[in-house]
């Protein structure tokens, strides 16, 4: 169920017609989905302030209603692991349109996976799947199901991975927590049934999976209409 909270943060998005990340982590986190540690940064000396509370190295991202794809103009940064190094990512990204602030997270390790939602008008709520990171769009590998879903559900949706044996661990390296991400994908699927009303697609992209954890690196949230 959605709360008071989540309610405002969406109607307070209407006006650019998506949720920024901040905010969408918020909502992830207020649904009970693993985020990474983040302050929003809006002026200098919150950048420093933060950076301290949440220590190095840090991930940081330009937040603006502006930019939907960060990545197309160089709007993240990984492994920062100084004050003078963020002070200068943060006056770099100032200087982008509609600037406002910088978002600070905590870097998480892991494998890159992506958990999305899509509303089709013929089919209902669709749940993908797949690998993620920035490659994602390249190599494809995927796997689709129509919400709400069951644990067996998600149990056969990453078995149809080309590269579930990744997940599962591939010559002598870690598996990842498949039951904390199989717990990812049923409270996504939760959420975005609350959400089938308001959303266009949301994308959690990359999840980030290792033995212990699978965190919301990055999201975004598409709103209908």
């Not at 930019?67 to 692991?81: L, T």
């Not at 494998?111 to 999305?116: F, L």
């Not at 993620?132 to 149809?160: H, N, W």
């Amino acid at each position: 169920m959605l709360t008071g909270e989540m309610k405002k943060i969406l109607e307070a998005s209407r006006s650019i017609g998506w949720v920024m990340e901040p905010e969408a982590k918020q909502i992830f986190s207020l649904a009970g989905l693993d985020v990474p540690r983040f302050r929003w940064a809006k002026d200098k000396g919150e950048v420093t302030q933060f950076a301290e509370e949440i220590g190095y190295p840090l991930v940081a991202k330009v937040v603006s209603p502006k930019v939907i794809h960060k990545s197309d103009i160089k709007g993240v940064v990984v492994g920062i692991e100084t004050q003078q190094e963020l002070i200068e990512v943060y006056q770099r990204f100032s200087q982008v349109e509609s600037f406002a602030g910088m978002l600070i997270e905590e870097r998480v390790p892991g494998i890159e996976v992506i958990v999305g939602a899509k509303m089709d008008y013929q089919f209902g709520l669709i749940i993908l799947l797949g690998m993620g990171g920035t490659s994602a769009e390249i190599y494809r590998d995927v796997s689709l199901r129509m919400a709400p879903l069951s644990p067996i559900d998600i149990a056969s949706m990453v078995k149809c991975l080309k590269a579930h044996e990744l997940l599962e661990g591939y010559r002598g390296s870690d598996a990842i927590h498949l039951g904390q991400l199989v717990k990812t994908i049923q409270v996504f699927s939760a959420l975005v049934m609350d959400l089938k009303g308001e959303i266009e697609s949301i994308d959690l992209n990359p999840v980030m999976c290792s033995s212990a954890r699978c965190v919301v690196a990055d999201a975004r949230i598409m709103l209908r209409g």
